[in-house]
């Protein structure tokens, strides 16, 4: 089974500093955030690895427009919340008399029966007002914090993390969890179906139909395979344009649960910012990813030309995952849609692959040989030998010195090196470095404390 890394909602009204008290979280921890490639919206999701305990961090603000009317987002931000969070955090302004917008939001909290904590902000403001104020919120827990002078961050993320398990609590089982990933209307349901082999999602021309995800398991070959039709997107009726269709949090909980997702995406409405950003999302999260393009039937004058044409185009636009395959399918003439089932096997084969040592670390001597590393005057970065920990995602650590000088076109450079050498089409690889100098200076500064410590002479 993939690991399934627990989700944290900020939710409140607006101006209480949830997104200070995101930025807080994440940047402290130096988690990976996803970006929205080719925007300069405002980063939502952050990962946060924290005490052995991994999760990702959502700043419900910034999933709606900020000039919607309370009515029209914050039910939609506690909705998704309460639905797809494994814990919910309220925000309020610990200055002001709480409001019934404050109340709406701890009453629907609360009702969700997530574990729930009240954080009070802004208390370094001199109106700060005491915990008693806000005890008829009803949420049992408050945590007083200062996103601005970073008071109260380390309370707040050893609160989430009594409530989430550790990252060794999940437990593997053999069933490859393939699920499709996308944007509103572009055949999810429909490609679901037809893969199924029966009707299992009610499929309809109005985007939104699906509310939650359907799940069926399917035996493919000699592999049970479960397949996740992650819809996560708003009720009918209240479709807004862009990033506001698409819900983040049970399209992110989905791709956490997942070993490979399938990215689709209409034949007819390509290359669009939201799917760059869910991309960037799958990418970070290390899971295995496919392109696939839907509804290849619907598009006029198609031939190999068109398809040869295409390719390359979309290919430019997800060039931050060039390793990802692109497949063009129809669910209605049923073209390569069994061919998804090959494909996600062959990609989780790859994520499993076996790699021998002395074949990286040959690879790694020919890499530094023909292109060396980069460095400042008497410190160039020196690459001594690599080694693989882990797979789904494959991750690789190397060893060496002047580490941090590395330049990330140069971690690039390696792993195309890496790509050359296996093949490892359809799943991120990550790399890790380990700077040799710096694992003996800890080791030698250990040793000193020790020694002090054995000298200490001890009370009779």
Known sequence: MASKLPTVAIIGQANVGKSSLFNRMVRSQQAIVAREAGTTRDNVIGRVEYKK?????????GLKDPNDEFEASIQEQITEAAESADVILVVVDSSQYSSDQDKFVAKKALRSKKPSILLLNKTDLKEALPDNEFKRLGIG?????????????????????????????????DILRVSLIGRPNVGKSYLFNTLAGKQQAIVANVAGTTRDVNRISVRYGDRDIELLDTAGMRKPGKQETG????SVLRTLAAIEESDICLLLMDANELNTQLDQRIAGIINESG???????????SVEGKDAFTRDDLAPKIARTFDFTPWAPLIFTSSVTGQNVTKLFDLAIDI????????????????????????????????HPKLRYMVQTDTTPPWFVIYGSNLKFIHW???????????ETYNYTGTPIKFSFIDE????????KEQLEKEALNRTPKAE
């Open 53 to 61: 305990h991994s999760f990702w961090l959502v700043d419900t603000a």
């Open 141 to 173: 827990q408050i945590i007083r914090t200062s996103a601005e002078h970073n008071r109260g961050i380390t309370d707040v993320l050893d609160s989430i993390i009594e409530l989430i398990p550790a990252k060794n609590e999940y437990v593997p089982d």
């Open 243 to 246: 990033v506001e269709k698409f």
């Open 287 to 297: 899971k295995g990813m496919a392109i696939v393009i839907t509804k290849w039937d």
């Open 348 to 379: 989780d084969d790859r994520r499993k692959q076996a790699t021998k040592t002395r074949v990286l670390n040959d690879m790694l001597q020919k890499s530094v040989q023909s292109h060396p590393p980069a460095g400042l005057k008497n410190t």
């Open 409 to 419: 076109s140069y971690k690039r450079y390696l792993e195309h090196q890496l790509r």
């Open 437 to 444: 100098k710096q694992i003996k200076a800890n080791r030698e």
